[in-house]
């Protein structure tokens, strides 16, 4: 009797110690025997191996900023081209002279004309130097020196230069004449022309002194020639302009597409031809190219 009021005692007592020692208000499960070591996945999390804070993956609906079961938004801005369109080239302003006339050679090449030729003086000169520089160039021709001097006709022509109509004899008023006078005149100055170098193109006519009227623009169009004006004019054409000032305003005044004018008879040629020398050497240093304006 003494040893089971003993066995009796001895459970009470172990039974209040597992009650104490117990959380409070839990009941141990089925598995509260097990290891009381934290589950451990068998890979670690990225950045975790040298002591780093491992980075947390965020649910799948908010990876890359997606908005959970929405479909973009209509209005999202389209995806841009690999390579953008170049801007359009600025259209070249080839007709601004009077009545709508050319004076820009329509390219970055400059083009030099030699009017009031061909004279037996300062032609033969000019030729040399342009082929001395390996530039074609424009002459205007005056009728009747061509009919005058034709083989200086030829001989520009065989050098590769380009032909211009300048009329017959130099007339100022040449375009307030009537249409059949001023067609007789210009008719008589290619006739000249193409009699001294037969088969020659003559795809220009300039007026003299620049005093354009719209019936002298329309009868050269309807003989097939272009009415050519000037962008620069340095005054070669009067005696009392300087080699310098030829020179000098030829080259402030002159761009790439300028159409220079300038005289190879009647008129001041011995400066024209100085100031040649230095235009030539100045448009290298700037590298411009030339052109004829040929057909």
């Not at 609906?61 to 997606?66: C, S, V």
């Not at 973009?72 to 081209?81: E, K, M, R």
């Not at 305003?249 to 009647?266: E, K, N, T, W």
Request: glycine share 8%; aromatic share 8%.
């Amino acid at each position: 009797m003494g040893r089971h009021k003993l066995g009796i005692a001895a459970a009470i007592v172990a039974m209040l110690a597992l009650a104490w020692l117990w959380p409070e208000g839990e009941a141990p499960s089925s598995g509260s025997l097990a290891s009381a070591e934290p589950t451990v996945s068998e890979s670690p999390t990225p950045g975790s191996e040298d002591g780093g804070e491992a980075e947390t993956t965020a649910p799948a609906d908010e990876q890359a900023g997606e908005p959970t079961g929405e479909s973009p938004a209509s209005d999202a801005p389209a995806s841009p081209s690999a390579e953008p369109e170049a801007p359009a080239a600025e259209p070249v302003a080839v007709y601004e002279g009077p009545l709508g006339t050319r004076n820009h050679t329509g390219s970055e090449a400059v083009a030099l004309t030699f009017d009031d030729g061909p004279s037996p003086e300062w032609t033969p000169r000019v030729l040399d130097m342009l082929r001395e520089q390996g530039v074609k160039a424009m002459f205007c021709v005056i009728g009747a020196y061509a009919e005058a001097y034709p083989e200086l006709v030829a001989d520009i022509v065989n050098e590769g230069h380009t032909l211009c109509n300048h009329s017959w004899f130099h007339e100022f008023d040449l375009g307030t004449w009537s249409e059949a006078e001023i067609r007789a005149n210009l008719q008589r100055t290619n006739d000249a022309i193409t009699k001294a170098a037969p088969g020659a193109d003559i795809p220009y006519f300039r007026h003299p002194g620049g005093q354009w009227t719209d019936k002298a623009i329309a009868v050269a169009a309807d003989l097939g020639m272009e009415s050519l004006h000037w962008t620069v004019d340095p005054s070669d054409w009067d005696n009392a302009t300087t080699k310098k000032q030829i020179e000098q305003r030829v080259l402030d005044a002159s761009s790439p597409g300028a159409i220079v004018l300038l005289h190879d008879g009647a008129s001041n040629q011995k400066d024209m031809c100085g100031a040649l020398e230095e235009i030539f050497a100045e448009f290298a240093r700037r590298d411009y190219t030339y052109t004829a304006m040929g057909s």
